[in-house]
């Protein structure tokens, strides 16, 4: 009898482990979208177009942060498998300043999902990073239309990493909710992710949940614009009224954002 209960217990453990073996990992988020930076070059056809210039012809003159850098195509740059966004000291156009903004609009635009990128970046006084989202056919203006800041990081404030929606209330005045998450000065590569929803917006740092906001929040309920197309935006600024005092001396040499890989997941019916 003995005998008979052991063989029982040994076909019944092989059968569970046969199970485990073949049964496939069921994930909830499938890759619809990634640019890991392979080759020498950005790929402009496919992911990415420039926003060149202060923001003037786009309406948004000093993009509308008073920002005191002028955008090039020539301060980003693929090199080793990263994207290089290079801030420097430089006069050109009547600004002290360049740097670089990219973005994926009419090129990898999506509704929902979860966007990620690792990415390590310069904490030079003066320098403000940001990895954020913007509507991309909006039926309204800024505010009314929604943005998504996944991650902003500002040399004047080393030591946190800021996550904010910005919105507008029923009288279309902006405003915003956001959190601060303590970050440790490491000159490390660190994934700063979302993950959005019809009913939700969750903030990650290194996988971490560090901040969520929610559409029955009454701040926000009735004004909820994220349930249309958005697209990612890479960008180091200068100055202006995030950025603040400038470390012009230590600009004189270039300083970076530095993005490994960009991708996008989202739940497949």
Same mark, same amino acid.
């Given at each position: 009898?003995?005998?008979?209960?052991?063989? *029982? *217990?040994?076909?019944? $453990?092989?059968?569970?482990?046969?199970?485990?073996? $073949? +049964?496939? *990992?069921? /994930? !909830?988020?499938?890759?619809?979208?990634?640019?890991?930076?392979?080759?020498?070059? &950005?790929?402009?056809?496919?992911?990415?177009?420039?926003?060149?210039?202060?923001? @003037?012809?786009?309406?948004?003159?000093?993009?509308?942060?008073?920002?005191?850098?002028?955008?090039?195509?020539?301060?980003?740059?693929? $090199?080793?498998?990263?994207?290089?966004?290079?801030?420097?000291? #430089?006069?050109?156009?009547?600004?002290?300043?360049?740097?670089?903004?990219?973005? /994926?609009?009419?090129?990898?635009?999506?509704?929902?999902?979860? *966007?990620? @990128?690792?990415?390590?970046?310069?904490?030079?006084?003066?320098?403000?990073?940001?990895?954020?989202?913007?509507?991309?056919?909006?039926?309204?203006?800024?505010?009314?239309?929604?943005?998504? +800041? &996944?991650?902003?990081?500002?040399?004047?404030?080393?030591?946190? &990493?800021?996550?904010?929606?910005?919105? @507008?209330?029923?009288? +279309?005045?902006?405003?915003?909710?956001?959190?601060?998450?303590?970050?440790?000065? +490491?000159?490390?590569?660190?994934?700063?992710?979302? #993950?959005?929803? #019809?009913?939700?917006?969750?903030?990650?740092?290194?996988?971490?949940?560090?901040?969520?906001?929610?559409?029955?929040?009454?701040? &926000?309920?009735? /004004?909820?614009?994220?349930?249309?197309?958005?697209?990612?935006?890479?960008?180091? @600024?200068?100055?202006?009224?995030?950025?603040?005092?400038?470390?012009?001396? $230590?600009?004189?040499?270039?300083?970076?954002? !530095?993005?490994?890989?960009?991708?996008?997941?989202?739940?497949?019916?």
């Amino acid at each position: 009898m003995r005998t008979l209960i052991n063989l *029982i *217990i040994i076909l019944f $453990s092989f059968t569970l482990l046969n199970c485990k073996q $073949s +049964d496939p *990992i069921e /994930t !909830e988020y499938t890759l619809v979208w990634e640019d890991v930076f392979g080759g020498n070059a &950005i790929d402009t056809i496919n992911n990415w177009e420039f926003q060149i210039g202060d923001g @003037a012809n786009y309406g948004l003159w000093r993009w509308g942060n008073n920002e005191d850098q002028y955008y090039r195509k020539e301060n980003a740059r693929v $090199s080793n498998g990263k994207l290089l966004i290079k801030a420097v000291a #430089e006069d050109y156009n009547g600004y002290s300043y360049t740097s670089a903004r990219m973005r /994926t609009k009419g090129k990898v635009d999506f509704k929902y999902g979860k *966007i990620e @990128a690792m990415i390590r970046m310069a904490n030079t006084k003066g320098l403000w990073h940001a990895f954020w989202l913007l509507p991309s056919t909006p039926s309204q203006n800024w505010p009314m239309s929604g943005e998504i +800041d &996944i991650m902003e990081y500002v040399g004047n404030a080393p030591h946190e &990493i800021l996550n904010t929606l910005h919105f @507008a209330d029923n009288f +279309d005045n902006h405003q915003y909710i956001g959190s601060a998450t303590p970050f440790t000065e +490491d000159n490390q590569f660190h994934l700063y992710s979302i #993950e959005w929803d #019809e009913n939700k917006i969750i903030w990650y740092f290194d996988d971490e949940e560090t901040f969520r906001v929610i559409r029955s929040n009454p701040n &926000i309920s009735s /004004t909820w614009p994220f349930d249309t197309e958005f697209h990612i935006i890479l960008n180091t @600024a200068v100055g202006g009224n995030l950025g603040g005092t400038i470390d012009a001396a $230590s600009l004189e040499y270039p300083k970076y954002m !530095e993005v490994d890989y960009v991708k996008v997941y989202q739940k497949l019916e």
